[in-house]
């Protein structure tokens, strides 16, 4: 269900792509009305507000996603524990489903307590008439404060008709043991043979919870796309304010997914978003139970006056990466900053400042420059290799190679929020991006170039073999142009987003014009390609 690069600009991009053809306005503006990502929470209510359709409206806010909800049941909750359940009729859930799915362009539904037989009845046979990109089930069963929510009689309908549509399915320990009968899970490896038994149930992707498992000092998750486990791991905050944990994590994992995040990233945010969260919220007092909520919205009002991108990374970016050159930027006695304005106004989506040979001091001072001119473009920028000055300048993220810093590395210090994209010229190297946290890869040389010494290049064969066996997007490198750009591009992979190009931009007397150009062939390109596919 889910296609894994969908593609949402932000409204800053839609303006600097339409800034050099006015004739789009119009369709533009629309267009940006009917791409809002869109969360639909199919859900129970939480009168405390900390977990339930309450913590994925403010979640899915928090991340700057529409959400949307559907009620299934109005729980009386508080930080004690719950009171009582009421049960929304299936009809009524089933008339608000047609509401919002007939009518509102939902991108990703998630769902929460389904608490009847009845009630996943209807919520299947509404996906099937109104089929969205991903579904994300958060099968929950018990409360926080060990209430039932949904019992054992959901259970043979879950494991048969709703996880094998869900493109992931977020057990905590509990349920991931109900869903397989009660077995006993302990240990992380309990916890992976689970994930693998779920994933035989259907879903593509398992996410086993570990918040609950004894012992142990790390907050460690399972992580199962079916060839390969994931471990990820955070701090354990030291907190009671722990209600809504789950909701919040699988909401903004529907969130991510929804602006166009590929799933292990999607995970990676969601999971560093609800330690942030837990940090944030471990003084607050709200009610004299033990289970306090989560403060949701920490994070925006901690990012208020910070001008970072709300949204991370979108794979869609890569169409026209502008790589800089300082020699040639000499060459035609241009500054970076005024190199890079030109290419984003011709149409660059996304910007690489590689500045070998400049000091670092002038990098840095460069950096706060071009970064100033994306922010207000809303294009992502990245430096190459230096993690030293994307962290003072505060850029969107790194690109590093295979001798640089390991992509690891870079990830734990640069945290799941950054951009981080790996050179690859073999499959191997691209699977390592991968397992490493990378979220996109670059591949080449393509061609021959002069703008890197000692560069074998791997022609469209080797570009079209690391794209077949990457499950990262994938940006072409090396000697590409005007001239050999269509090649690249039809070469079709779903995966392969864009291409990266230094000489045809910056070794050029206008850079706008050249840009304007290539943008305009690659999309093309790119749409006849898919089209076709
Ligand atoms: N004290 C904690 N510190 C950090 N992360 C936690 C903590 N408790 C739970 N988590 C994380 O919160 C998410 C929700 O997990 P869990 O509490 O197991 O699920 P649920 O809320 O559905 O019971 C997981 O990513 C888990 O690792
Ligand atoms: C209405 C409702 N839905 C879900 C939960 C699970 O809460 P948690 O996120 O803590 O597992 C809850 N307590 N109430
Ligand atoms: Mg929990």
Redesign the pocket.
Known sequence: MLNQFVSFPEPGQMQALAMYDTNVSAATSESIKERMPHVLSVAGSDSGAG?GIQADLKTCAARGVYCSTVITAVTAQNTVGVQGVNIVPEKFVSEQLKSVLSDMNVTVVKTGMLPTVGIVKVLNDSLKQFPVQALVV?P?M?S?SGDVLAGPSILDILREQLLPMADIV??????ASALLGGIKLQTISDMRSAAKSIHDMGPRNV?V?????PASSD???IFFDGVEFCE?R??????QN?H???????SCIAAELAKGSQMLQAVRV??HY??TA??YSKDIHIGNGLQGPLDHLCKLKRNVHSSSRLQRFNPDDLLLYAVTDSKMNNKWGRSIAAAVKAAIEGGATIIQLREKDTETNNFLEAAKNCLEVCRLHGVPMLINDRIDIALACDADGVHVGQSDMPAHVARSLLGPQKIIGVSCKTPEQAHQAWVDGADYIGSGGVYSTNTKANNSTIGLDGLKTVCLASKLPVVAIGGIGLSNVRSVVELGPENLKGVAVVSALFDRECIATEARKLHTLVSETLKTTSAAS
């Open positions: 977990a958060d929950v018990v926080t977020t057990p905590n320990l509990k349920e996410l919870k570990g918040g609950d498992l907050a460690v998750d990820l955070s701090l354990r905050i030291q907190t722990s809504g944990t789950g909701c919040s994590l699988a969601a999971k609800v330690e837990l940090d």
